[in-house]
Nanobody, 120 residues
Framework: QVQVEESGGGLVQPGGSLRLSCTVA???????????WAWYRQAPGKERELVAT???????NYADSVKGRFTITRDRQRKRVYLQMSSLIPEDTATYYC???????????WGQGTQVTVSS
């Protein structure tokens, strides 16, 4: 069973920063490296939207709304994927979800989500 785990959400003031972390329990390095990874978010009353992705080759893509403010990275040593969020604005308030696509069957797995609230 693939268990995606996110952490790092919380309450932050506008202009602040947070770092979200994602991993899969007991994932082996070859799987971690072969998978693609993504962060999504969903605000109340809105559809889930793609925030950032990183491919197995390390290519990254971002939603226009977060370009220049958010950075997705992979840490192979820790087998974790991070979403560094800076210059946060209230519109970034949402539940953030990590997703990974298994390289060997293209099945996507999702975490339970972590809440990010940007408010003064």
């Amino acid at each position: 069973q693939v268990q995606v785990e996110e952490s790092g959400g919380g309450l932050v003031q506008p202009g602040g920063s947070l770092r979200l972390s994602c991993t899969v329990a007991r994932i082996i390095l070859s799987t971690f490296n072969g998978n693609s990874w993504a962060w999504y978010r969903q605000a109340p009353g809105k559809e889930r939207e793609l925030v950032a992705t990183v491919s197995s080759a390390g290519d990254t893509n971002y939603a226009d709304s977060v370009k220049g403010r958010f950075t997705i990275t992979r840490d192979r040593q820790r087998k974790r994927v991070y979403l560094q969020m800076s210059s946060l604005i209230p519109e970034d308030t949402a539940t953030y979800y990590c997703s990974t696509r298994m390289y060997y069957d293209n099945v996507d797995y999702w975490g339970q989500g972590t809440q990010v609230t940007v408010s003064s």
